[in-house]
């Protein structure tokens, strides 16, 4: 099979760790076994997200003294597709895998009157009391919103359009290599008279995945998270688990936005488009959920 895996930011990252690379790494060592096994026995391609990692680098360069303007986006998403990039190839191949493992510093064309920069909605960063959070955002000209127990920022995440570099992508798949692609959403850029230019957003990696598994034609998107499943009503008394469900099963229920809402929409969008089947589960549970029977299942009928 073709598939395409995307792992989000948060499962490396879990929720109230510290943002070290050691945690991060411990996370991708634990689950490359799995990941080395299946790019081993199909066309891989790994999409990872990158909320917590371009936060962090974001408000390193805002503290940044020496700067005359912090990064913008755009670059910083670079960087973490670079880094988390290595982690996961590196990860990879000590895991055992023998085919060619290769990251693609991917852009990611976004319309400039895409909705998405008028209402932030993509958490990015580490999570902060509420006095805390608006403290940071009223210093550092931040939109934060409540994300779970915690308060985030958060910023402008526009729809992906084209993949530039997708036809590499099928070129390396067709040659038996792993790869990993559009790595934080992909870098954003709009596209112009003058060419492409980064613009100061971080596309959500499931949207960019879904899109991903669509042009590439695979059989399966599966989206991995700190989650075992979707969850209607979740964090509630009355919370409960989604497993095998169908478009229409599904029609009619709302999801988080910036959270599971974009996981649910991606799923459903590359199941009405692709014929595919998706799945959104978690990243302790990578070879079930690629099987079939753990996380939530999501098929056409």
Do not use: C
């Amino acid at each position: 099979m073709r598939i395409v895996i995307a792992l989000g930011g948060n499962a490396l990252l879990r929720r109230g760790e510290k943002p070290d690379a050691a945690v991060q790494l411990a996370h991708l060592v634990a689950a490359a076994p799995a990941l080395a096994k299946i790019a081993a026995e199909h066309e891989l391609v790994l999409v990872h997200g990158n909320g917590p990692q371009v936060g962090l680098l974001a408000l390193e360069s805002i503290a940044d003294r020496s700067l005359t303007r912090s990064y913008p986006l755009s670059d910083l998403v670079a960087e973490t597709q670079g880094m988390i990039g290595y982690w996961l190839q590196q990860a990879l191949r000590n895991a055992g895998l023998g085919r060619p493992v290769v990251t693609l510093i991917t852009q990611a064309v976004v319309a400039t009157d895409d909705p998405g920069f008028e209402h932030p909605t993509k958490f990015i960063g580490s999570g902060y009391t509420e006095d805390k959070a608006y403290q940071l955002a009223k210093r550092n000209d931040w939109t934060v919103r409540r994300d779970g127990n915690s308060w985030r920022r958060v910023v402008p995440s526009p729809k992906p359009q084209r993949i530039v570099e997708l036809d590499t992508a099928e070129l390396l798949l067709r040659n038996q290599t792993t790869v990993i692609l559009a790595g934080g959403g992909g870098v954003p850029v709009t596209e112009g008279p003058d060419g492409l230019t980064g613009v100061e957003a971080v596309v959500d990696k499931d949207y960019v995945a879904a899109l991903v598994a669509t042009e590439l034609k695979a059989d399966l998107l599966v989206m991995l998270t700190d989650v075992p499943a979707v969850y209607l009503d979740y964090g509630t008394s009355t919370e409960r688990a989604l497993h095998d469900i169908t478009l229409a099963d599904i029609a009619g229920h709302t999801f988080p936005p910036g959270s599971m809402g974009p996981k649910v929409a991606a799923a459903r969008q590359f199941v009405t488009e692709a014929s595919g089947r998706a799945a959104i589960g978690s990243l302790d549970d990578t070879t079930a959920v690629v099987a079939g029977s753990a996380g939530t299942q999501l098929s056409s009928s």
